[in-house]
């Protein structure tokens, strides 16, 4: 397949899903005839018809719930929320219900919910947020973010699989900045599986959506100051890739762990709390995390540079941890 | 011998539904009874118990026009709507002893519980959420083009929450087959209607979203049942949902911890006379010419089936600890 952006990755990997199974359907706001905000289901609507994707009222509990009920009555939902901010609105419907059905009563929910996330789109508060964690602190979630079109595609097929409710963030300034060549085969992505995006040997770091490319720059400027960095891109961020994480720390010693995300109760400090209590002995340095600071996602172009982190101080860190 | 007459085929079409109606409606008062007056009391019961007790006629009546396809989402006061689709006493009891054999095998308590192959969907504690999620069991009845329904069971408590009006809606929109039961039992929790909303229909509400929608007498079973029956062919028929607000009244409180003492003795009073279960029998005697003995031999087969029930969820072993983590992803 020729060059994929990020989106037509995602578009593909679902079109594809529909054609396959005909209980997968995609239910969602303006997801019809306008094909999604960001036009993840173009097309899809004249393709499959009004009855395998829904436009549904402004409601995103509703949404929710009804993707859970369809689900348990054996459809596989892919339900689209317009921004990831905007799933704090079915927040009860996933953490409450959906994501407990299986312990409770044994009951499968093969659902996907799609969110744009993440910001340096100018969205500001409501439109920018990284969301995952309270959704990877919500045991019977999984929790996937993919930064190539390859994973795009791949995981979102895997997760339209999965007999599990996967939330599955989409970084907004991916869509359209990102492409590859992908395989004409059907291929999918395991989740729970990172991926080593460039071999390094002095530090390496764990991260993931937009910052995995951010970290690839920051590798190749240092590369030319003799620093060799090892990128692991988690790609799934519930279950972690926990065997991989601790490959990566044991073999450079030097970790730095980098989020959009902001810092304090973010993932950051759960791979912090990984590594230390299990490859302790191998550190040769403390563990650096970089992360938003503690702030609402601002607006106006300075201050979300400000705010978003950036190659520099991937670059500034790196050099610091290697001298250490 | 000549055939009976159409009016005495009838008679015994309705004392038999009667007499089913009573066998239902008994079986989940005193299964509740045991549960809450005695077995907890025991310490036998773990954590708390919400009964139904004065509202048996909403689910008797309802969920007895269900067939096999249809799913119901049933609230914490709805146990006989289990009851119908099959579930059994011992099930329920092992349910509140937190036994392995319970229905949800130790992981969730008392009156939490559903059964997929049963089609009972567990209630879901936020109050109002299951709104939403009838629309979608609905939704998967229509995209396959099914004639089932799905039967969701409320209070006027959940009116007050978004759920309700986002799944309502939705619903509406959808033309889905669902069939909605009020139980308006006048409290929400300890917060009577008037501190809940500023109108005393919720079916007002429900007109708001296009919704069809009558209002019965909640402790007149038959009533109930009529009701039900024109809301199933309604939205059996592919007409959208329909919806029956049942007034009612809690006769005891919220659960087993609260004595309800802030409901007014009169009040209370007014609705005890009114009792569902002595109401029908009432009803069968001088309507459809019940022996009283029928009523002593119900009670009596009822009892009996409970006994059996509690000595064997008594004798079921406890959830195994080295379970806990298991169940939460199909796999890791």
Known sequence: MAETTYVEAIRTGIWEEMERDESVFVMGEDVGIYGGAFKVTKGMVEHFGERRVVDTPLSESAIVGAGTGAAINGLRPILEMQFADFMACGFDQITNFAAKCRYRWGQAIPMVIRAPAGGNIHGGPFHSQ????????????????PATSYDAKGLI????????????????????????????????????????QRDGSDISII??????????????????????????DLR?????????????????????????DTLT???????????????????????????????????????????????????????????? | MSAPAVAELRLAVDRELCESCLYYMLLMRELEERIELKLYRQGKIQGGCYTGRGQEAIPVGSALHSRPGDWLTPSHRDMAALLIRGIEPREI??????????????????MHMGCARRHCVPIISSIGASIPVAGGLAFAMQYRGEDNVVFNYTGDGASSRGDWHEGLNMAAVM??????????????????????????????????????????????????????ERAVAHVRSGNGPYFIECKTFRMSGHSA?????????ELRAQWLRKDPILSLQKRMVEEFGADEQVFVDTRKKVLEEIDEAVNWALAQPYPDPATVEDNVYESI
């Open chain 1, 207 to 232: 991260t993931y959506g937009w910052m995995v490319h951010v970290a690839l720059e920051a590798a190749e400027r240092l590369a030319e100051n003799g620093i060799s960095i090892e990128v692991l």
């Open chain 1, 265 to 324: 109760g973010g993932l950051g400090g759960e791979l912090a709390g990984i590594i230390a209590e299990h490859a302790f002995d191998y550190l040769d340095g403390p563990l650096v995390r970089i992360a938003a600071p503690d702030t609402p996602v601002p607006f106006s172009e300075p201050l979300e540079k400000a705010f978003l982190p950036s190659t520099d101080e991937v670059v500034n860190k790196a050099q610091w941890l290697y001298r250490f």
């Open chain 1, 130 to 145: 990284n969301v995952e964690m309270p959704y990877v602190h919500t045991p019977g979630l999984k929790v996937v973010q």
């Open chain 2, 175 to 228: 033309n889905l087959p669902i069939v909605y039961l009020c139980n308006n039992n006048l409290y929400a929790y300890s917060t009577p209607l008037d501190k809940q909303m500023k109108i005393h229909d919720i079916a007002d509400r429900v007109s708001a979203y296009g919704i069809p929608s009558e209002i019965v007498d909640g402790n007149d079973v038959l009533a109930i049942y009529g009701a039900s």
């Open chain 1, 157 to 196: 097929k895997a997760s339209i699989r999965d007999n599990d409710p996967v939330i599955f963030l989409e970084h907004k300034y991916l869509y359209r900045s990102v492409k590859e060549d992908l395989p004409d085969t059907d291929f999918t992505v395991p989740l729970g599986k990172s991926r080593i």
């Open chain 2, 257 to 265: 911890h609260d004595p309800a003492d802030y409901v007014p003795e």
């Open chain 1, 236 to 260: 799934t961020l519930m279950p972690l890739d926990r065997e991989s994480i601790l490959r990566t720390a044991k073999k450079t010693s030097k970790i730095i762990l980098l989020h959009e």
């Open chain 2, 93 to 110: 009891l092992a349910q509140y002893m937190g036994r392995a054999t319970g229905l949800t095998h130790g992981r969730d308590g008392n």
